[in-house]
């Protein structure tokens, strides 16, 4: 009895090894501790649009530089989920596109852990973010948290569904739309932000991220 269970053991492990293996891989972004926020985000190939808009609002060099930054990176289907026609009008209002991106950043480095800790944040424009825990879901001002603690060189990204706005009040509202307008947003976003010449961009002053204590 002894023997036959012997030799059923390994063939079991086996098999298991198999099954985990044909298992997809996780859906977070490649994390490398030489490469920096930018170079995460635009090699992963889910933030092309994120990309071109940083790339647009000159914030390249800043998002690459020493940090860091905590950036909540929403993903090409969250900036596709936006009112047709929103993308092109943010083209020609790149002051209220880099507001918008600089609510998306909050100055050091927020792991998952500390996230859940807190009730908000200050983010880089000024304007703190929402934080609420409901159950195993995490959510920042309304968009959920999908992927955590991406990270980088210069600090770490947490994946969003969706695309935060600051307050309706504040300069960075979203533009009127053109109605009238046929061409895709997606791909005129990415044609221009390939042609820009990538210049230094100065951050305002980083105000420490806040740390109210409110827990699940």
Known sequence: MFSRVSRVVPIVLVMAMLAISALPALAAPPAQADQDIVDIAAADGRFTTLVAA?????LVD?????GPFTVFAPTDDAFNALPDGTIEAL???IPTLTDILLYHVVPGKVMA??????SSADTVLGEPVSIRVEGDAVYVNDAQVIITDV???????????AVLLPPADEPAALPETGAESTSNPLLVLLAI???LVLGGF???ALRPVGMAGDTK
């Open 193 to 195: 932000g390939a042609g």
């Open 62 to 66: 800043t998002l690459k530089s020493e």
């Open 202 to 204: 100065a951050l305002r």
């Open 54 to 58: 940083v790339q647009a609002a000159e």
């Open 91 to 93: 083209l020609n209002d």
């Open 151 to 161: 990270e980088a060189s210069n600090g770490v990204i947490h994946v969003i569904d």
């Open 113 to 118: 852990a500390d996230v859940v800790n807190l």
